[in-house]
């Protein structure tokens, strides 16, 4: 059973960073083309950022320039730096395939607030 666990959230004034962990059990990380996700309270779950087995990146507008994906295959880890925060980028995070095929992980709370 392959698990995805998300850390690194937490409270965060506008302006700061925070950087996000995701955790994956098993042998087909370093296979797949890996992705952040975010969800507030009534909406749907937004794909932020995609990296590839490659090392090949792609961000949403809304996070382009501030946020950078990593990712380290023989740790099995997944990160998310996350500088410039504003108070819109307050959601929860979470990791999983780009496609979305694996089990969600419980997630990471992120709140930008002064």
């Known amino acids: 059973q392959v698990q995805l666990v998300e850390s690194g959230g937490g409270l965060v004034q506008p302006g700061g960073s925070l950087r996000l962990s995701c955790a994956a059990s098993g042998n087909f990380f370093r296979a797949y083309t890996m992705g952040w996700f975010r969800q507030t309270p009534g909406n749907q779950r937004e794909r932020v950022a995609v990296?590839?087995?490659?090392?090949?990146?792609n961000y949403a507008d809304s996070v382009k320039g501030r946020f950078t994906i990593s990712r380290d295959n023989a740790k099995n880890t997944m990160y998310l730096q996350m500088n410039s925060l504003r108070p819109e980028d307050t959601a929860v995070y979470y990791c999983?395939?780009?496609?979305?095929?694996?089990?969600w992980g419980q997630g990471t709370q992120v709140t930008v607030s002064s």
């Open positions: 990296i590839t087995n490659g090392g090949s990146t």
């Open positions: 999983n395939e780009a496609g979305t095929r694996l089990d």
